[in-house]
Every structure is written in C-alpha cells, then in structure tokens.
C-alpha cells in the first residue's frame, strides 16, 4: 500500500504544470529580404546589403566606424518623388579623432547633386541633416556617397581608414 501512495504522488509531481521543464525559444536570425528600408540602423545584420562602400564591421552592439568615403543604397519614402525627403546622418566625431585631425567638414551628394558641406568644430554627438530634391529620388533606391575631409590612415596599431562613428542613416518624409 505504501508503494502505491509513493507512486501516486511520485506521477502527481511529475505531471503537474509548474514542474515542468520549459525551453525557451531560441533566437531566430533577421532574415534579408532584399528589400532596401529608408531609414537603418548601421548595427542591424539586416542592412548589411545597404552598407554599400566605407563601413566596417559593426563595434559595441550599436555602430560601425567609416572611411572617409562611404556610400549607404537606401529606398526613398512614400511620397518622395514628389515633395523630396530629409536625410538624416546620425554621428560621433570621438575624442580620440578630433585630436588628431581637428575640426571635421562632411558632404553627402545623390545621383551626383551636391547636398551641401557641415564642418564640426569639435567632437561630440551630431546629425548630419539635409533636404534632398524630389527629383532625386524617383528611383526604387538611391545611392548617398558622403565624404569627410579628414580622418586617420591605416598604422600599425590599426590598419582601417577611419573617419566618423555611424549609429543610423535615413532619407525620413517630409
């Protein structure tokens, strides 16, 4: 009789609901659809494809240093081809940058029309912001080539070109 209550309980236990082991799910890598977004994140796997020149490989979790010359592909917003859109450039000239080159001047240009140079005297946090034309922007994806005038060559210590800290880039409606 003993054995029997001992196994009773030993199957009550066993099937209760909170005893149950549970795995959690696992992560499922973003999946690249081709499809080019207006506005990325530099650090998100998925707009690797849209990084097109000038960016290396993404650093703490959140941004991607740039050579003096890079380009993104991004796909104009709804609406753009008629009322044009705003880019937008979020970006960090670091300490460690600005005392070596100083004061920096960036410049953006799409479909070879000049968005217009930035200089920033100092280090810190900035957003690179411009109007761009609604007759740049009829196509399915447009090429932004930016350039910064100054940055540090490739040494010993480090054999990157590099030039800005990029977190985001993105043509946003107007």
């Not at 609901?17 to 890598?29: D, M, N």
């Not at 003096?68 to 008629?82: C, E």
Request: charged letters at 20%; a positive charge; hydrophobic letters at 45%.
């Amino acid at each position: 009789m003993r054995r029997l209550i001992l196994a009773g309980m030993l199957v009550a236990l066993l099937a209760a609901p909170g005893c149950r082991y549970k795995r959690k799910p696992r992560e499922r890598a973003p999946i690249n659809d081709g499809e080019p977004v207006s506005l990325l994140n530099v650090a998100d796997p998925r707009a690797e494809f849209q990084l097109t020149r000038g960016f290396w490989t993404v650093e703490g979790g959140a941004w991607r240093w740039t050579m003096k010359n890079f380009t993104v592909t991004l796909r104009p917003p709804a609406g753009s081809a008629q009322k044009g859109a705003t880019l937008e450039l979020k970006f960090n000239i670091p300490d460690v940058m600005f005392n070596r080159v100083g004061a920096m001047t960036l410049d953006a240009h799409i479909n070879g029309v000049d968005l217009g140079p930035q200089k920033y005297p100092s280090a810190g946090e900035f957003v690179y912001r411009r109007d761009v034309p609604a007759a740049q922007l009829g196509a399915a994806a447009v090429a932004i080539d930016f350039s910064v005038d100054k940055g540090l060559p490739p040494s010993h210590q480090d054999t990157r070109e590099l030039a800005v800290i990029v977190s985001s880039i993105g043509l946003l409606p107007k």
